[in-house]
Structure formats: structure tokens, C-alpha cells
T-cell receptor
């Protein structure tokens, strides 16, 4: 069963708009939450990651918001660009765990 | 210089055949993984090796057998291929659990069983 639930499955946003992808988890042992970006024909690549001791992390136009009590975290893509069109995966793992559990992925399409 | 390289990139084969996928990383990482990505893009871990030792072996048919001859290589052999094995297989590597610098994925091997 999926340990990390991700929504929406896909979204379309206009250039300059904000893309928001949400993830939820049940396992309270999870303490590391990365996001991966995958372009067609390529492998996923680490985009940004957060640990539960902070509620928000920002890198350029990408921001992770984390709500520990709700066991939810989300990725915001500000000022979305056509080059951001890709599939985004949230993931989670617990300390000393070599297994990264991925969400089902969200395909983002940015229209020019 | 490709960090994680997989060969072949495409593999088309008939049901019942045996095939292998090779993976090599030049990052000096000590942990390597095989992930399967199905047609709906869901990524599922299959195996993980740390310093050549098998540490994760998910519920995968016995027809799948990984081999790690050294820290830089992780191969995947599949016996008696079935239609349901068609997917994209990704090799990845990390230093330790990958919680500091993440996983580095290869570009994938698209396996099609006909």
C-alpha cells in the first residue's frame, strides 16, 4: 500500500501562475520529505527536501510547506514556467531507513 | 561524465526470455537501488544494496535477481519474462540513506515484453 498519498494526479497552470501539489502520510516515523522532479525520458532528480523541525523551506521559486500535526506537506511552484512542465514526486523516509517511499506523482503542464 | 549509467536504454524481448540490465555509478556512493516505474509512473523500490550487501528486498518475484559485484555496480537479471514485467526500471545511488544529498537516478531502461 502507498505510504505517501499525493494529489492531484495532474494539473495545468498558465505561465506565471502558482502550482500546488499536496502530499499526506500516516507513518509518524517519517522525518525526511524530499521532492523529486522527472522530465520525460529521464530519471527523477532531487528538487528540494525538508525535515519536520521547520514548517517551510524555500529554494528559488520552489517552496515546501510542512504541517507536522496534520501529517501533510506540499510543494508550491511560484511564477510557473514552461520549463517546469514535468512530473513531481513527493517522498518520505525515516531515519536509518534505506527505503524512500514515493507518492504517485503529479504531472504539471505549464501553458505559455 | 554520466553519474549513474544504465544499459541498455531500451529492451524489447519475448515472453519467457531471460534478460539483464546493468548499472554503474561513478559518484563513490555506497548504496544502490533498483526501482520499477509502471505505466502510471508509480515508483516502487525493488532492491537496495549497501556496500555490496542486500539490505532491501521488497515483495518481488523470484524471477528477479540483483547482483552487486562491487559498490559501483548493481545489475538486475530477470528470468522467464512476463508481459507484466513491462515497465521502466531505474537504477539509483546514494551516500548512506540519501538523506543529505538525495538519490541520483539513471535515465532508466524501458523494458517491453511482447
Amino acid at each position: 500500500q502507498q505510504q505517501v498519498k499525493q494529489s492531484p494526479q495532474s494539473l495545468i497552470v498558465q505561465k506565471g501562475g502558482i502550482s500546488i501539489i499536496n502530499c499526506a502520510y500516516e507513518n509518524t516515523a517519517f522525518d525526511y520529505f524530499p521532492w523529486y522532479q522527472q522530465f520525460p525520458g529521464k530519471g527523477p532528480a532531487l528538487l528540494i527536501a525538508i525535515r519536520p523541525d521547520v514548517s517551510e523551506k524555500k529554494e528559488g521559486r520552489f517552496t515546501i510547506s510542512f504541517n507536522k500535526s496534520a501529517k501533510q506537506f506540499s510543494l508550491h511552484i511560484m511564477d510557473s514556467q514552461p520549463g517546469d512542465s514535468a512530473t513531481y514526486f513527493c517522498a518520505a523516509s525515516s531515519s536509518n531507513d534505506y527505503k524512500l517511499s514515493f507518492g504517485a506523482g503529479t504531472t504539471v503542464t505549464v501553458r505559455a | 561524465d554520466t553519474a549513474v549509467s544504465q544499459t541498455p536504454k531500451y529492451l524489447v524481448t519475448q515472453m519467457g526470455n531471460d534478460k539483464s540490465i546493468k548499472c554503474e555509478q561513478n559518484l563513490g556512493h555506497d548504496t544502490m537501488y533498483w526501482y520499477k516505474q509502471d505505466s502510471k509512473k508509480f515508483l516502487k523500490i525493488m532492491f537496495s544494496y549497501n556496500n555490496k550487501e542486500l539490505i532491501i528486498n521488497e515483495t518481488v518475484p523470484n524471477r528477479f535477481s540483483p547482483k552487486s559485484p562491487d559498490k559501483a555496480h548493481l545489475n538486475l537479471h530477470i528470468n522467464s519474462l512476463e508481459l507484466g514485467d513491462s515497465a521502466v526500471y531505474f537504477c539509483a545511488s546514494s551516500q548512506g540513506t540519501g538523506r543529505y544529498n538525495g538519490y541520483t537516478f539513471g535515465s532508466g531502461t524501458r523494458l517491453t515484453v511482447v
